[in-house]
């Protein structure tokens, strides 16, 4: 035999099922992808995020859905998943990106958790993290559309955004501009809407924005041996 043996490009097997190899991964159109979803996503989660890596956590979270984000998060805080991450221009717009594509009610909870507090540490000094990416009034808005009235100040989402709110109010305060102004009046207007009972939110945010949807009627569960299979490998 000697020598005469097959070799194997892995890299060339991986780019030529790179379709298969990313459904399998990040799926979540079928109960198969969701189970083969999860398993990445638990093995992903005990890994760890790091600064290579937290692309592929963000594309997790990207999936809004709730049995592959819980197992990727397990016990984490979502608050605090990306805080380890240096803030950078991609990571915010793309957060803010996914926080604009959603409606109030059509995101998993957990997810939006994620998603805001990454804007929450970013602009936790409102003008370092303007200068690393510029905040819009739309992206303002976006973010206010998910604060929910019939819950207080101490509800997790409501409380994040409303402390977000509260740092942009400071915004120009260390570098004035007139952009700038007007980003930390919308906040300010906002958040007193929010706790004034003679105001609503639709005087600050466009009605269509605050449209609600059902997410749970379009998510995809994972198959039943899925949890036969987990729950043999957890007993071993």
């Known amino acids: 035999m000697g020598g005469d043996y097959l070799s194997f490009d892995f890299d060339e097997i991986i780019m030529q099922n790179r379709q298969i190899i990313l459904e399998?991964?990040?799926?979540?159109?079928?109960?198969?992808?969701?189970?083969?979803?999860?398993?990445f996503a638990k093995y992903l989660g005990h890994v760890g995020i790091t600064s290579r890596n937290y692309l592929l956590f963000l594309k997790i979270i990207e999936t809004n859905n709730k049995w592959v984000v819980d197992e990727l998060l397990e016990d984490r805080d979502p608050r605090l998943l990306f805080s380890s991450i240096r803030p950078n221009a991609y990571l915010i717009r793309h957060a803010l990106e996914l926080i604009s594509?959603?409606?109030?009610?059509?995101?998993?909870e957990k997810v939006l958790l994620a998603v805001l507090g990454t804007v929450e540490y970013t602009y936790h000094k409102p003008d370092t993290g303007?200068?690393?990416?510029?905040?819009e009034v739309a992206d303002l808005q976006n973010i206010g559309k998910f604060l929910d009235e019939d819950k207080?100040?101490?509800?997790?989402?409501?409380?994040?955004i409303l402390?977000?709110?509260?740092?942009?109010?400071?915004?120009g305060q260390m570098d004035?501009?007139?952009h700038k102004a007007g980003i930390s009046r919308l906040a300010f207007n906002m958040r007193d809407a929010f706790?004034?009972?003679?105001?609503?939110?639709?005087?600050?945010?466009?009605?269509?924005?605050?449209?609600?949807?059902n997410r749970e009627s379009r998510e995809v569960r994972p198959a039943e041996d899925f949890f036969d299979f987990a729950?043999?490998?957890?007993?071993n």
């Open 152 to 160: 207080d100040q101490l509800d997790a989402t409501n409380s994040l």
């Open 24 to 39: 399998g991964i990040f799926g979540v159109s079928s109960p198969i992808q969701v189970g083969s979803s999860m398993a």
């Open 163 to 171: 402390e977000i709110f509260d740092r942009m109010t400071k915004l």
């Open 101 to 108: 594509s959603w409606h109030p009610g059509q995101i998993y």
């Open 130 to 135: 303007y200068d690393i990416y510029p905040i």
């Open 231 to 235: 729950g043999k490998i957890s007993n």
């Open 195 to 213: 706790f004034d009972n003679t105001k609503s939110l639709k005087d600050t945010i466009p009605e269509v924005l605050l449209v609600r949807l």
């Open 176 to 178: 004035y501009t007139p």
